[in-house]
């Protein structure tokens, strides 16, 4: 069943011209927490030259991903993959030429941004780019994003110091 987003109507143009500047050409994308897929779809028929993995951990978001792969006509977006951020050690790709993340960090638990972070570091050669898109500074939006995510914790570091 598709799930929609209404926020990705209102950011995948702009999302969408960053993309068009950093991601190198006939590359596979790695696509992490693709949650909906309908930035999955949009980006793979707007970049049709690219190659296009969608991923997220839950069940619900990968029958959605299915649900608007099934209606798209290119052949650059694969299949959904289950793939827990937090456990980079089992993710179920070995290569990708960049990765994209998009409306996770800010909600996740810490544990999955660590590990989106080991991850990149496997799998990311030199140079390659991580690509990460989020209401980082929107902190109105935060409480309601943190009850979506069922009580997972935010991505929140450690205090910064000042003067470091």
């Known amino acids: 069943m598709k799930q929609h987003a209404p926020a990705t109507l209102r950011n995948r143009e702009p999302i969408a011209a960053v993309l068009a500047r950093e991601l190198p050409a006939g590359a596979r994308i790695l696509e992490i927490a693709s949650g909906t897929g ?3 779809v949009f980006f793979a028929q707007a970049f049709p030259q690219l190659a296009w993995q969608p991923t997220d951990p839950s ?4 029958a ?4 608007y792969r099934a209606d798209y006509a ?3 977006l694969a299949a959904p993959l289950r ?5 980079p050690e089992r993710w179920p790709v070995d290569k990708a030429d960049a990765i994209m993340c998009i409306n996770m960090v800010h909600i996740s638990p810490w544990a999955a941004t660590v590990g989106l972070f080991e991850g990149a570091g496997r799998l990311l050669g030199e140079g390659a780019p991580l690509i990460l898109y989020g209401p980082y500074l929107e902190r109105a939006f935060e409480p309601r994003l943190r009850r979506q995510s069922q009580g997972s914790q935010p991505a929140v570091g450690p205090p910064a110091r000042r003067g470091a």
């Open 64 to 67: 959605s991903i299915a649900a």
């Open 38 to 40: 309908e930035h999955a």
């Open 74 to 76: 290119g052949n650059n």
């Open 59 to 62: 069940e619900e978001a990968l």
């Open 83 to 87: 793939l827990d951020a937090s456990a």
